[in-house]
């Protein structure tokens, strides 16, 4: 963690401010204080002829920052599914911004157009098939009728000796009979309405899976695409792989709202709060700064774990999520960015190099002041610090000169 200012940047490292003893003591003193610095461009080399580099006292804004390199993610995304089991034949690229109803996914849909085929042949034949029973029924019941009606007369007949016992019995159990042949019928037409409703019901089927060979964006986003895999071959979905219903397919992310991973040292826990402002630098462009605030701050430490190795180290540092402000399509998730947290702004101080600040046997913090072709050991009040000036309370003034190495290191 280091922190920085607005002036020219400098990322040399901290050995370069240790040149004998007493830049030792200049680290333990600052520290002591609690000001964190790293020498750079204003720390200059003794040339041959024994001359030290000086620099002058100067007033302006200076920005106490804490920094830290995290990673973008958005707010929230949405998940798309493989909807059925088909080759993919199409993808949306990668990194595509779509609107919701955009294609965004193909799948092979050959074998699925067959099979609607088949099955709008199947109802097709099965409604044929209805229409035939329903027109026997028809017939049957007609059948019926003119039974009924033929035996309802008889029995009148048969008690005034027209017809016999017998011929009534025949004529009932001819009734009978066609009223059993009718029942058969509507058995026939209710199974054949059974097997027209089925076959609808597949078509149906078939028409959603074949309506899901094009799979649309739910929501505005980003196309992320879904890994598939275990963790020693994990693989991003492609075009030809054939995944199982359910998988993820791929991710949205709402880039309206993106914000930064990141981490803070606990020592810097004290002086990051939600709602600090903060500045975010993009790997992808670094020319380019956007706003952002701290919206949350983990309430829980954990060890800095090695990038290198994966292990733990023995830093303690808490998770913060830096939101940032606007909507800008170059803010896109994965990408590294630079997050400086504002601590404190300081309007209109003194500040000099840390290059230029010593601490003498004493234990006093001096700088070395030049006054004509004298130099004098002036003792200083330091305020904050950034990675490459400290903010002077008292001791010097705007424009005197100081030295950036003690002048027994000529």
């Known amino acids: 963690m280091t922190s920085t200012t607005d002036h020219p940047s400098a990322h040399a490292g901290i050995g370069d401010l240790l040149r004998g003893r007493r830049g030792v003591a200049v680290l333990a003193a600052l520290a002591v204080a609690g000001i964190a610095f790293l020498a750079g461009d204003w720390f200059g080399p003794i040339d041959r002829n024994g001359h030290i580099p000086t620099a002058r006292v100067e007033r302006g804004t200076v920005r106490i920052t804490v920094t830290e390199t995290g990673e973008l993610q958005a707010a929230s995304q949405a998940t798309v599914s493989a909807p059925t089991e088909k080759q993919i034949v199409w993808l949306a690229p990668e990194g595509a911004r779509v609107k919701q109803g955009d294609p965004i996914v193909e799948f092979e849909s050959r074998r699925y157009e067959i099979a609607m085929g088949a099955a709008e042949s199947e109802l097709a034949a099965a409604e044929a098939g209805l229409r035939r029973v329903e027109g026997q029924l028809a017939a049957q019941e007609a059948n019926e009728g003119k ?11 048969a008690e005034k000796g027209f017809i016999t016992q017998q011929e009534l019995e025949a004529a009932r159990l001819a009734h009978e009979e066609v009223k059993a042949r009718t029942r058969s019928s509507l058995a026939a037409v209710e199974a054949e309405r059974a097997h027209v409703e089925s076959a609808r019901r597949t078509v149906e089927e078939q028409a959603r899976k074949l309506k899901a060979v094009l799979v649309r964006a739910p929501r505005d986003g980003v196309v992320v695409y879904a890994q ?88 303690k540092v808490f998770d913060v999520s830096v939101e940032v ?68 309370e008292s001791g010097l003034e705007e424009g005197d000169e100081v030295l950036l190495a003690a002048p027994e290191e000529v």
């Not at 009606?149 to 009148?156: A, K, R």
């Not at 199982?244 to 004290?270: C, V, W």
């Open 147 to 157: 039974a009924y009606l033929n035996y309802q007369s008889l029995p009148e007949l």
């Open 228 to 315: 598939h895999g275990d963790a020693s071959g994990l693989r991003k979905i492609s075009v030809g792989m054939i995944p199982f219903e359910g998988m993820d397919l791929m991710y949205l992310p709402d880039t309206s709202k993106m914000r930064a991973e990141t981490q803070i040292s606990e020592h810097d826990l004290a002086r990051v709060h939600v709602g600090s402002r903060a500045e975010l630098r993009l790997q992808a462009y670094p020319d380019v700064v956007f706003e952002g605030r701290v919206a949350r701050i983990g309430s829980l430490a954990r060890r800095m774990v090695s990038r290198l190795t994966g292990k733990p180290l023995g830093i």
């Open 325 to 392: 402000e606007g909507d800008d399509e170059r803010l896109r998730p994965g990408l590294t960015a630079t997050v400086e947290i504002l601590v404190s702004e300081h309007a209109e101080v003194l500040y000099v190099p840390v290059a230029a600040v010593f601490v003498d046997e004493l234990d006093r913090v001096i700088v070395y002041r030049r006054r004509g072709d004298t130099v004098e050991a002036s003792s200083v009040v330091l305020g904050g610090s950034t990675d490459r000036v400290a903010i002077v």
